[in-house]
């Protein structure tokens, strides 16, 4: 089976960095792409940053020029740098892998997979 699994969330104040990592375990052998979710309570999940197998990456504009995502291929893991955290992106942050493909007794299954999410919190 595949998991994805979290680390790196916490407590933070204003203007610090955090760094997330997200490793998708099980025999795989591609996936598409891997992105960031966030989401607070009472309101709709929404992607923070995305890459795709070419290493093309997308952020949301709210993010952008503070957030840094990167994949290592080989290890099915990716990272998302936060700096310069600021209250509003307090939410759990939850790593998403898109058209994953791996083995299981011989044959090839494909889907999207979630993380568990992980809590990030920008307090002083």
């Known amino acids: 089976q595949v998991q994805l699994v979290e680390s790196g969330g916490g407590l933070v104040q204003p203007g610090g960095s955090l760094r997330l990592s997200c490793a998708a375990s099980g025999d795989i052998i591609s996936i598409v792409a891997m992105g960031w979710y966030r989401q607070v309570a009472g309101n709709q999940r929404e992607l923070v940053a995305i890459?795709?197998?070419?290493?093309?990456?997308q952020y949301a504009d709210s993010v952008k020029g503070r957030f840094t995502t990167a994949r290592d291929k080989a290890a099915n893991t990716v990272y998302l740098q936060m700096n310069n955290l600021k209250p509003e992106d307090t939410a759990v942050y939850s790593c998403?892998?898109?058209?994953?493909?791996?083995?299981?007794?011989?044959?090839?299954?494909?889907?999207?997979?979630w993380g568990q999410g992980t809590q990030v919190t920008v307090s002083s």
């Open positions: 998403h892998a898109s058209q994953l493909i791996y083995v299981r007794r011989g044959q090839r299954f494909k889907g999207d997979y």
């Open positions: 890459v795709s197998s070419g290493d093309d990456a």
